[in-house]
């Protein structure tokens, strides 16, 4: 059995004591809108080829209009595509255009915040483990205690210290300090 010991330096109050509500930000959600402008003849032909250059973009096209010599398309991405990356490309395709006159391209990005909550209040002190070596049982590698990775095998067999190296499940004996109201006195 190891004893994970509390390092006693990195004890600390924490700011969200007591607290069941956090806020974060969502992942971030893009919008591109395209106008250019071009020859009534070709115009439905190029409209095409950029509505499918925003489609392979993971772009889902939300309005679009192609009439006398402009087209407009305004998309919403999925969470996470980089807006500005697929404007600098749809950008670059018409300049690369001869036949093409870009009137504007906007990409604009947008974060939810999300609000979620916790079963138990946020602790009262923060504080951090001190680095400890510990022996995998079956191929006796030495690593840090954080190095322990979890598995589960088919849903119901579950660990949380697997061998970094041999992957073996339960390859060590831990057990964590707990905080004592004698370690947190002194804290200010
Ligand atoms: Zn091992």
């Known amino acids: 059995m190891t004893l994970v010991k509390i390092d006693r330096f990195t004890i600390r109050k924490n700011p969200n004591a007591g607290r069941t509500e956090f806020f974060v930000p969502g992942i971030p959600q893009g919008s591109i809108s395209v106008r250019f402008a071009c020859h009534p ?21 939300i309005s679009w ?38 009137r504007s391209i906007k990409a604009n990005w947008e974060a939810d915040v999300l609000r979620y909550r916790t079963l138990t209040p946020d ?25 322990l990775e979890s598995d589960e095998i088919d849903d119901d067999i579950w660990s949380d210290r697997v061998c970094p190296k041999c992957h073996a499940f339960d390859c060590c004996e831990l057990e964590f300090e707990n905080l004592t109201q004698e370690m947190t006195a002194a804290v200010e």
């Not at 807006?83 to 600098?88: C, H, S, Y």
């Open 41 to 61: 003849d070709i115009l439905k032909e190029r409209f095409e080829c950029f509505k499918q250059m925003l489609e392979a973009d993971e772009c889902v096209l």
């Open 65 to 102: 209009k192609c009439d006398n010599s402009m087209v407009e398309i305004d998309a919403a991405l999925h969470p996470g595509i980089d807006a500005k990356a697929v404007g600098d490309r749809i950008k670059k395709a018409i300049d690369d255009d001869p036949l093409l006159a870009y």
């Open 123 to 147: 602790p009262d002190f923060l504080f951090r483990y001190v680095p400890t070596v510990v022996e995998c049982a079956e191929c006796h590698e030495r690593f840090d205690y954080s190095d």
